[in-house]
Nanobody, 124 residues
């Protein structure tokens, strides 16, 4: 599976962006696709997943502002980000796995396939 993340850019605080993760290589409708982000000088953190192709999983830290959706016909998973804050500035990565389970959905090591990252900058 090859993943391509796109849609990042510069946005003012309070604005919105929609990131896309496009998969190619094989049908991945039942794969779990997750989004992680890494801010400068910080560790990579989990920001949500479309678990096993059907169940959005969003951590409390971003719940209400970030949502995940999926279009299997386009082999694409979206991360919609609203009410953006400067602290959302980071490189956002998508990752995919066919074997992740609920207990490790937020773990980077559970995902063998990664996109190249797309940069999001939120200005104050």
């Amino acid at each position: 599976v090859q993943l391509q993340a796109c849609g990042g850019g510069l946005v003012q605080a309070g604005g919105s962006l929609r990131l896309s993760c496009v998969a190619s290589g094989r049908t991945f409708s039942t794969y779990t696709v997750a989004w992680f982000r890494q801010a400068p000088g910080a560790e990579r953190e989990f920001v949500g997943a479309n678990f096993r192709g059907a169940y959005p999983t969003i951590p409390d830290s971003v719940k209400g502002r970030l949502t995940i959706s999926r279009d299997n016909a386009k082999n694409t998973v979206y991360l919609q980000m609203n009410s953006l804050r400067p602290e959302d500035t980071a490189v956002y990565y998508c990752a995919a796995s066919s074997t992740v389970i609920s207990s490790n959905v937020a773990s980077q090591t559970a995902y063998p396939y990664w996109g190249q990252g797309t940069e999001v900058t939120v200005s104050s």
